[in-house]
Nanobody, 114 residues
Framework: QVQLVESGGGLVQPGGSLRPSCAASGIALSVRTTAWYRQAPGNQRELVAEITNGGVTNYADSVKGRFTISRDNARHTVYLQMNGLKPKDTAVYSC????????WGQGTQVTVSS
């Protein structure tokens, strides 16, 4: 059974940092494009960052220079280092693994508030 399980969200003050992770079981993330998406209340889901099977990364303009996506192939885990968090970053962050069959995690809440 394939699962993507996110963890590491939470409540943080503006300017703070979080590092959510996405642990995969049943699939190898190293051969897939893996991404983080987010969805805030009333908004459409948007791509935050992605990393290809070759390690090429791509970021939304709104997070460039603040967020970093990385992957640990041995641990089948993808991370999203988020620095300089802003209230507008508040959303549910979900992990995605592409391929012929696509998979989504259940999401983790990130709230940026003073």
């Amino acid at each position: 059974q394939v699962q993507l399980v996110e963890s590491g969200g939470g409540l943080v003050q503006p300017g703070g940092s979080l590092r959510p992770s996405c642990a995969a079981s049943g699939i190898a993330l190293s051969v897939r494009t893996t991404a983080w998406y987010r969805q805030a209340p009333g908004n459409q889901r948007e791509l935050v960052a992605e990393i290809t099977n070759g390690g090429v990364t791509n970021y939304a303009d709104s997070v460039k220079g603040r967020f970093t996506i990385s992957r640990d192939n041995a641990r089948h885990t993808v991370y999203l280092q988020m620095n300089g968090l802003k209230p507008k970053d508040t959303a549910v962050y979900s992990c995605y693994a592409g391929g012929v069959v696509k998979y989504w995690g259940q999401g983790t809440q990130v709230t940026v508030s003073s």
